[in-house]
């Protein structure tokens, strides 16, 4: 079973430009996560979806952040313009939310490496 | 905020002894999950062990060990014979019930380096 994929692996880009994640979640998973991980720091989540709907995104900063979710499946988040402190790494996630044991056990993609010159 | 603190930044071991990663957490919520991930330097989560706050065992997979101890809202990662491979950063997340449901908390983490 292909795992939770996510593009690029590595972006550069200079501040004020505009630049886009995307993530392939686990075939059936009906909940997807992205996280911003600063270096050195735990995850954060930055927006949650259950299907196509954004139940928790209380930590997007909305000014330049925006995500979406086309169908409940593959998800993009974007960034524009981007500055100098949004370098991280994006964690996209997803899950099977069921009610019992190890609900809303997580799967990560690799991540997307964003460096902001 | 309902926080969770991993009071070690960096912790060394000698291959094949056992260590202990040490979690514990805020939370108001009556059920909520513990997890602990490890994130080698490829930069993947790995997901290691699950606890439910209404599980009356400790979680086992394997070579790791989950010491809950509810009162003292702790969640003690142990990892017994340790392996060069199990250098990389281990986290502990929660996952509660109530306004928090569904969303994930990650700790800092801690750097577990593994010597020969």
């Known amino acids: 079973e292909a795992g939770v994929v996510q593009s690029p692996r590595y972006k550069i880009i200079e501040k004020k430009q505009p630049v886009a994640f995307w993530c392939n979640p686990i075939s059936g998973h009906n909940t997807l996560y992205w996280y911003r991980q600063n270096l050195g720091q735990g995850p954060e989540l930055l927006i949650r979806?259950?299907?196509?709907?954004?139940?928790?995104d209380s930590q997007l900063p909305k000014d330049r952040f925006s995500a979406e979710r086309l169908k409940g499946v593959d998800s993009t988040l974007k960034i524009q313009p981007a500055e100098l402190g949004d370098s991280a790494v994006y964690l996209c996630?997803?899950?099977?939310?069921?009610?019992?044991?190890?609900?809303?056990?997580?799967?990560f993609g690799q991540g997307t490496r964003l460096t902001v010159v | 905020a309902q926080k969770i603190t991993q009071t070690q930044p960096g912790m060394f071991v000698q291959e094949k002894e056992a260590v202990t990663l040490d979690c514990t957490y805020d939370t108001s919520d009556q059920s909520y999950g513990l997890f602990w991930y490890k994130q080698p330097s490829s930069g993947e989560m790995i997901f290691l062990i699950y606890q439910g706050s209404y599980d009356e065992q400790n979680a086992t997979e394997g070579r790791y060990s989950l010491n809950f101890q509810k009162a003292r809202k702790s969640a003690n990662l142990v990892i017994s014979a340790s392996q060069l491979g199990d250098s990389a950063m281990y986290f502990c997340a929660r996952v509660g019930g109530g306004t928090s449901y569904g969303k994930l908390t990650f700790g800092q983490g801690t750097i577990l380096t593994v010597h020969p």
């Open positions: 979806y259950e299907n196509e709907e954004a139940v928790d």
């Open positions: 996630a997803s899950s099977l939310t069921l009610l019992g044991a190890r609900a809303f056990e997580a799967f």
